[in-house]
């Protein structure tokens, strides 16, 4: 008797949804497709998926990380793969512990080899996630190494927040924050170069969360 992968594929993105829908039914997998996380919960109710292949941003709502933790509760067995363009979960405002060693997690910029997403599945359809198949735990971006208060503050820059603005939304002083800032843009090698490193932390801050570096 031959088993049949059944795969719930959630991503808001029509044309990438169809074209990744095209690819794993070429595979030889049965795919129910979701734009939405409210859209992928009733199919998921219905469809009974073996594996979840998830994008992170799925725009207003819940995430990608906030469905596949409703959906393992119904379903403990239930194999989660997240394909995403964002470099790591600390960027959706999660910590690395969200992802559980038994998650995959592929950025998008991966997929244009189809055989690679198919071993991803296949690897994560077995229970556990091979390293290469975890790419928020290796160092693909600048950022990498930042602390998640490092992160955050990083984040408020980028929002255009000053000091003394971050400094109430995190319950600190300035030069906390001050410090914080300082020691991240050291990490990531933004110098000091006259007044223009904040924007420059800026900058470095939505490229990063969007894969672009």
Known sequence: MVFTLRVLLVEDDNLLRGLLRDVLLDRGYEVET???????????EEFDPDLA?????????PTGIDLAHSM????????????????????????????????????????????LLAEAIESVARGRARQDFR?????????????????????????GKSNEQIAAVRGTTERAVRGILAR????????????????????AFIRASTGDY
């Open 184 to 203: 991240a843009l050291d990490i990531v090698g933004i110098e000091d170069d006259g007044g223009e490193r904040r924007v420059a932390a800026a900058i």
């Open 53 to 61: 292949v998830l994008d992170i941003d799925l725009g207003y709502g």
């Open 72 to 115: 393992r509760k119904v379903n403990q067995s239930l194999s989660i793969l997240f394909l995403t363009h964002i470099p790591d979960p600390r960027f959706a405002g999660f910590d690395l512990d969200s992802i559980p060693s038994d998650f995959g997690y592929l950025h998008k910029d991966r997929i244009v080899d189809t055989d």
């Open 135 to 159: 790419d928020h735990s290796i160092a693909r971006n600048p950022m990498q190494q930042l602390s998640q208060a490092q992160l955050e503050v990083l984040k408020l820059v980028a929002k």
């Open 34 to 44: 979701a734009s939405s996380a409210k859209q992928a919960i009733k199919i998921f």
